[in-house]
């Protein structure tokens, strides 16, 4: 439901935030994902009782809410008048 949401809102501001907010918004979300991918890969390998399928799982539920709301927060691409 996160990704959901996160990708609806993501997808409404699309033409009104700038490109590179977009881009350092998206540098920060998979530079979490790679760090999500590195401490849960590890634990799933020892068979970790909180195991990294928790960690993948808390990333995937928080990072895309995370990334909507610093898109809305942002200043809009400024737009030319017709």
């Keep these: 439901m996160a990704l959901l949401i996160g990708g609806g809102l993501e997808i409404g501001c ?3 935030r700038s490109t590179r907010t977009y881009t350092r918004l998206m540098i920060a979300y998979d530079t979490g994902w790679v760090l999500a991918a590195l401490v849960g890969a ?24 995370a990334f909507a709301a610093l898109l809305i927060a942002a200043k809009p691409a400024h737009t030319a008048s017709a």
């Excluded at 068979?47 to 993948?56: C, H, N, T």
């Excluded at 808390?58 to 809410?65: C, L, R, V």
């Design 14 to 16: 699309t033409r009104s």
């Design 42 to 65: 590890p634990m799933a390998w020892q068979g970790s009782s909180a195991g990294g399928g928790e960690v993948w799982i808390g990333y995937q539920t928080a990072a895309p809410i």
